[in-house]
């Protein structure tokens, strides 16, 4: 055995010991990757994976970080077979997730799939409820590495109870799986979740467009707004999800699908991409694969931003990165143009000199010495990363 199996075999054997609940260590920096729901909703099928998978590759996405494909609701037959098992559809995924999991993993991807802690998921397919130890095993048997476990059609159960019931079941099935948590904040997970899952949602699901809202979906803006003040529930291997990314997709402008990816980075959001990256245009690619900001997300410290300041049409978030930078994300939040002026010595917690580097431009806009004068578009952002400068 050599000497990664003997530690992937020690970390299994230690996750799966009597206090375990999740498999530890695997979601140290935020999820990236992509899911089908926002772009697809149910229509989907092995070919459009297959083909979502071959462009996550070519387009660079998986090179910037993006390993997770995880096919959201609608994969499951419509019922359960002879033997309780849940099964694809026997027409859109013929060749059965086995198969698909495996091509994924050829790719060097990650397997994701999605379910449901009630009886039904919220398209009327087979929930898990009462089948979560034998749905484990399913999981485990086609090679799942992520499982997103939804909330619709749960009754009267406890939401604590049943999300620690699954993720018993996966670790109890010896397959390292990261479990997401999509209970919609419903019961604040964010106060009980972090032995269960790695990452849970903390609100309904999100839509594409900037501040609308739904009976069951809500704009970008409208979701950062709740975010506030639930940064010290998260870091490593426990993260707050706001939602997948809504970047590229038709009712954002390029100005709010830059600004919504520039918040999710500085939030440590999971950064799950929900647009047809078979159809991507240059713009939006250079978006979803811009190192930089990725860095934001990734960074080590594992610190949630803030938002530091809302005024009408002006919001500063700040994010604590590690080796004593820190990232700041200008928002122009109402609907005309942000004509910013900042003086950094009122932010008392930078200590010394810092060189300012643009994130979206690369242009060095210089120290902390000066005044920073920016206009700012409707919607859009300035971010920027300030790094020591050494006496």
């Not at 033997?83 to 559809?89: F, T």
């Not at 903390?202 to 501040?211: E, K, M, R, W």
């Not at 120290?367 to 578009?377: A, E, N, Q």
Request: hydrophobic content about 40%.
């Amino acid at each position: 055995m050599n000497i990664r199996m003997m530690i992937l075999a020690a970390c299994i054997f230690w996750a799966t010991s009597a206090h375990a609940q999740k498999f530890e260590g695997l979601a140290r920096t935020p999820p990236m990757g992509w899911n089908s729901w926002n772009a697809f909703a149910v229509k989907i099928d092995e070919k459009l994976i297959r083909e979502t998978a071959d462009a996550l590759v070519a387009s660079g996405m998986k090179a910037a970080g993006y390993t997770y494909v995880v096919i959201d609701d609608g994969w499951e037959a419509k019922e359960r077979d002879s033997q309780g098992k849940l099964v694809p559809d026997p027409g859109r995924f013929a060749g059965g997730m086995k198969a698909l999991g495996d091509y994924l993993h050829s790719k060097g991807l990650k397997f994701g799939i999605h379910n449901c802690a009630g009886t039904k998921t919220c398209s009327g397919y087979p929930g898990g409820r009462g089948h979560e130890f034998q749905d484990a095993r399913s999981y485990a048997s086609w090679g799942v590495d992520y499982l997103k476990y939804d909330w619709c059609e749960h009754g009267t159960a406890n939401a604590e109870e049943t999300y620690r019931t699954m993720g018993s079941a996966l670790v109890a099935a010896r397959r390292p799986v990261v479990f997401s948590l999509c209970e919609w904040g419903n019961n604040k997970p964010w106060l009980w979740a972090k032995p269960i899952g790695h990452l849970w949602r903390t609100t309904g699901d999100v839509t594409d467009c900037y501040s609308c809202q739904g009976v069951y979906s809500m704009g970008w803006k409208i979701i950062l707004d709740a975010q506030v003040d639930l940064e010290k529930y998260a870091g490593p291997d426990h993260w707050n999800d706001p939602d997948m990314l809504e970047v590229g997709n038709p009712g954002l402008s390029l100005a709010e699908s830059r600004a919504q990816f520039s918040l999710w980075s500085m939030l440590a959001a999971p950064l799950m991409a929900g647009n047809d990256l078979r159809k991507m245009p240059t713009d939006l690619r250079e978006i979803l694969t811009n190192k930089d900001v990725i860095a934001l997300d990734q960074d080590p410290l594992g610190e949630q931003g803030y938002r530091y300041m809302a005024q009408p049409g002006k919001e500063i978030w700040v994010k604590k990165l590690a080796k004593g930078e820190w990232a700041f994300c200008f928002l122009a939040a109402g609907d005309d143009h942000l004509d910013l002026k900042i003086d950094w010595a009122g932010f008392p917690f930078l200590k010394g000199r810092h060189a300012i580097r643009d994130l979206w431009t690369k242009q060095s806009l210089g120290t902390t010495d000066k005044l920073l004068i920016s206009r700012i578009p409707s919607h859009d952002v300035l971010l920027v990363r300030l790094s020591p400068i050494a006496k």
